[in-house]
């Protein structure tokens, strides 16, 4: 499958860091994997005229899971379509602690996702409580089957495992706990949505960065990577581009 590297802005960049969108285009015209930013929904469709004709595609970072409606402030999937967006991240634990969202909720979205012709691109992963527990894979278990919109297939659904605790935290897992994870998530995803799962891309996230990339990217099952704060600067996503494109 080609791999994926995703970068998740956060609340940050304005138009005047479309600059370092258009430096990664210019350092990657034909990258060997699939490349893809998530900006401010401020900045969807801006990033979208600046990647027209490029191979980097733009998405974004939440969307509600009505297509319409009395729901101030929120945005739905269809309007990321019309602006330019080909995914949406939805589920990431940012969201699932600050705005409350639980797995039913996720699932909604995702489905309205699909429904509007995005890419769903649902976060999961445990704290470091739950880890210290030994609970980690349980809790990923119930929030994957909680969270997978009906109808998922390889072509509308990426996966992404972000144990909280390491993002933003320069924490990461071991080489070997991530391909536990990433292990138990193809299996999971097997009797779920059937053999399809063998080309969903799962993608690691947290604390990934230049000096780590190639290693995680080496791990089994590891497709690709959803950056956070090392892809608002061209250099620091442009050198994970590259790792993951020898990988």
Not at 69 to 92: F, N
Request: hydrophobic share 45%; with cysteine; glycine share 12%.
């Amino acid at each position: 499958m080609q791999k994926l590297a995703a970068g998740n802005w956060k609340m940050n960049g304005s138009v005047a860091a479309l600059a370092e969108v258009r430096a990664i285009i210019a350092a990657h015209p034909s990258p060997a994997c699939d490349m893809l930013l998530c900006p401010p929904a401020t900045l969807v469709g801006p990033m979208a005229q600046t990647a027209k004709g490029s191979k980097l595609m733009v998405g974004g970072q939440d969307c509600h899971a009505k297509a319409s409606g009395a729901h101030t402030g929120d945005i739905s999937a269809a309007m990321l379509a019309e602006a330019g967006a080909t995914h949406v991240i939805l589920g990431h634990s940012e969201r699932r602690t600050d705005h409350a969202e639980t797995d039913a909720m996720v699932r909604a979205k995702a489905e309205a996702a699909l429904a509007a012709g995005l890419v769903a691109v649902v976060c999961i992963g445990e704290t470091e409580a739950e880890r210290n527990a030994g609970q980690t894979l349980a809790v990923i278990g119930r929030q994957l089957d909680g969270s997978i919109p009906a109808g998922a297939t390889a072509d509308t659904l990426v996966v992404a495992y972000e144990p909280v605790w390491a993002i933003g935290t320069g924490r990461t897992p071991t080489l070997t706990e991530i391909g536990e994870v990433h292990g138990f998530l193809r299996n999971r995803l097997k009797g779920l949505i059937g053999a399809a799962a063998m080309s969903v891309r799962l993608l690691y996230g947290g604390s990934v960065k230049p000096s780590n990339a190639d290693e995680i990217f080496a791990v089994p099952d590891v497709d690709g990577a959803l950056v956070g704060g090392a892809s608002l600067k061209a250099g620091d996503f442009g050198a994970i581009i590259a790792a993951l494109s020898a990988a």
